[in-house]
T-cell receptor
């Protein structure tokens, strides 16, 4: 099946620094990708919808200036956590749609664990 | 998207059949039902998808009654490796207009 890859899988950074997480669709083109955040023992929380060539759509309560999303190509979306703080430590997961509508399929990346010291 | 309700957790033993039910009372006519499995520190993995009646694949079965207001994921003869969180999602397929919202999921624990 289709593969969505995230990089890095783990990252540790100091408070105040910025961290970029990449999400790639390896064998298909994805006009739409989604970014989620997941805290321990909790469900996935949708942060934003990333559309190739246009601005991302952020969910209510998610700071667009803090979580910068860029979807510059049909196979790559990036999430940059700017000026990270310990409360940003979380598991970040991306997903991408292959196809559309009833025949579309949703594939998830392996996730990226961010730890801010 | 239709809101879903699942049990928070379930326990079972190896070799047993496990059935996880999801309620989606306001499911729309064009909505599909999809189940995902998630292991710790991994992204969700697709298990099965259906629209009505019964769907079966190599890992699970999905039972959907005629009114489609609920669905049941059936895992035959579970093993320890089936310990995971299972999510039920309901939506009209995927497109740039989709908003894939996860419910609380069901944390399944399998014991020896």
């Amino acid at each position: 099946g289709a593969v969505v890859s995230q990089h890095p899988s783990r990252v540790i950074c100091k408070s105040g620094t910025s961290v970029k997480i990449e999400c790639r669709s390896l064998d298909f083109q994805a006009t739409t990708m989604f970014w989620y955040r997941q805290f321990p023992k909790q469900s996935l929380m949708l942060m934003a919808t990333s559309n190739e060539g246009s601005k991302a759509t952020y969910e209510q309560g998610v700071e667009k200036d803090k979580f910068l999303i860029n979807h510059a190509s049909l196979t790559l979306s990036t999430l940059t956590v700017t000026s990270a703080h310990p409360e940003d430590s979380s598991f970040y997961i991306c997903s991408a749609i292959q196809g559309q509508g009833a025949t579309g399929e949703l594939f998830f990346g392996e996730g990226s664990r961010l730890t801010v010291l | 998207l239709a809101k879903t309700t699942q049990p928070i957790s379930m326990d079972s033993y190896e070799g047993q059949e496990v059935n996880i039910t999801c309620s989606h009372n306001n499911i729309a006519t064009n909505d599909y039902i999809t189940w995902y499995q998630q292991f710790p520190s991994q992204g969700p993995r697709f298990i099965i998808q259906g629209y009505k009646t019964k769907v079966t694949n190599e890992v699970a079965s999905l039972f959907i009654p005629a009114d489609r207001k609920s669905s049941t994921l059936s895992l035959p003869r579970v093993s320890l490796s089936d310990t995971a969180v299972y999510y039920c999602l309901v939506g009209p397929g995927y497109s740039s207009a989709s908003k894939i919202i996860f419910g609380s999921g069901t944390r399944l624990s399998i014991r020896p």
